[in-house]
């Protein structure tokens, strides 16, 4: 059979995931916005954002395979199978869905065992983590900000992953929507009423600033802020639905709320 071997990848999480494969050699292109692994910002042409796509360019790369994302790179997706290129479209937006992405990318490159090898093991770290949370008889609600203006709550996998780690989501109801816009929660002050105990902000792309969410407006007696439990997870370790998110996204996430828990249990 004759797998892929020029394969553009136009999220970061298809890149990522070939190269802890090893399979690194058969991606001819990659998204602009890839920073991990490092290697393959200095390896790789950028060929995409998010949204956009340079098509001459992907063509002028001859792949034989083009992995998107979602709805929201439908046009390009188009774009490209009107030009005679083949496409194939994940759309993963909860744990699940980045498990089964792993494995769907083993088979499509003929590293199935592989594959299916890696997501064994990130299964098997988040059923660690959640028997040692599940004994917890106290658990953080936890308030996670994916952007600040307008203030945009956590997205399905994310709010997944806080609830593994022993969290409480206060927005969980709006984590299964997949577009942002009907993640915003309008009220700021509805956060002040949820009461958080832990604070994570994550603005896509951009630094979160800890100490100046104290200064909002009503918000000085959140648990949270009072206790200092206001802490950053960069985007690219939690944002991107792929390895990232079920290693050092989740690490990051169980090293706050199991340091709360601590406290709370005195240990």
Known sequence: MNWP????????????????????????GISGFTVRPPEARKEKPKVSAFTSAKIPKILDLKPDL??????????????LIREGIEVYVLNHRDVN???????????LVDAKEKAHALANKYEQRIAEIKAITDTWNVKPVVYF????????????????????????????ENAKHQGGKDRIVADPLEVVAKSPDIIIGSWCGK???????????????????KTGDVYEIKSAYILQPGPAALTDGLDQLFDITSSWYERQAGL
């Open 66 to 79: 083009v992995l998107g994302f979602s709805d929201l790179q439908a046009d390009i997706a188009a774009q």
């Open 97 to 107: 869905g980045i498990l089964r992405m792993i494995r769907s990318l083993g088979r």
């Open 5 to 28: 071997q020029r394969i553009i990848c136009m999220t970061e999480e298809t890149v990522e995931t070939l190269y802890l494969l090893g399979e690194q050699e058969r991606i001819a």
């Open 145 to 172: 900000e994916e952007w600040y203006e307008p203030i945009i709550s956590g997205i399905g996998w994310v709010s997944e992953l806080v609830e593994i780690a022993g969290g409480i989501d206060c927005y969980a």
């Open 207 to 225: 630094k979160f600033h800890p100490e100046k969410v104290g200064l909002r407006q009503g918000w000085a007696e959140v648990p949270a802020i």
